[in-house]
């Protein structure tokens, strides 16, 4: 289930901070004044950026292959669409990811095919 969050951007009092981060820079940017689980905290944060690259990646590339498709079977003169396999791909998101999965699947059939 995903959720919304609301990340807090207060500032810490100068003998909150922790020693080296006279600005409080760090716990504004994590949320913590703890230095080890700020760390630890941009280390993961680091994977997250790798992995949203990767994502936006995959995604422009199955969009431009999606559109491939359509135009090929268009150009062949067949349908625009094939429902049974936009069912197919939903069902498949929805199984492996939920609610979640079909909304990110109708996404991803859209930035393919664009609206209907």
Do not use: C, K, N
Request: a negative charge; hydrophobic letters at 40%; proline letters at 3%.
């Amino acid at each position: 289930m995903m959720t919304d969050v609301v990340e807090s951007s207060g500032s810490l009092a100068p003998h909150d901070r922790p020693a080296g981060d006279p600005t409080g820079a760090a716990a504004a940017r994590t949320g913590t004044d703890d230095a080890a689980a700020a760390e630890r905290i941009g280390e993961i944060r680091r994977r997250i950026d790798e992995i949203d690259r990767t994502l936006v990646a995959l995604w422009q590339e199955r969009a431009a292959l999606s559109q491939e498709v359509g135009a090929t079977r268009m150009a062949s003169g067949g349908t625009r669409l094939v429902l049974s396999r936009e069912r197919e791909i939903l069902e498949r998101f929805r199984a492996e990811l939920g609610a979640d999965g079909t909304q990110l699947a109708l996404l991803l059939l859209r930035a393919g095919r664009g609206p209907l």
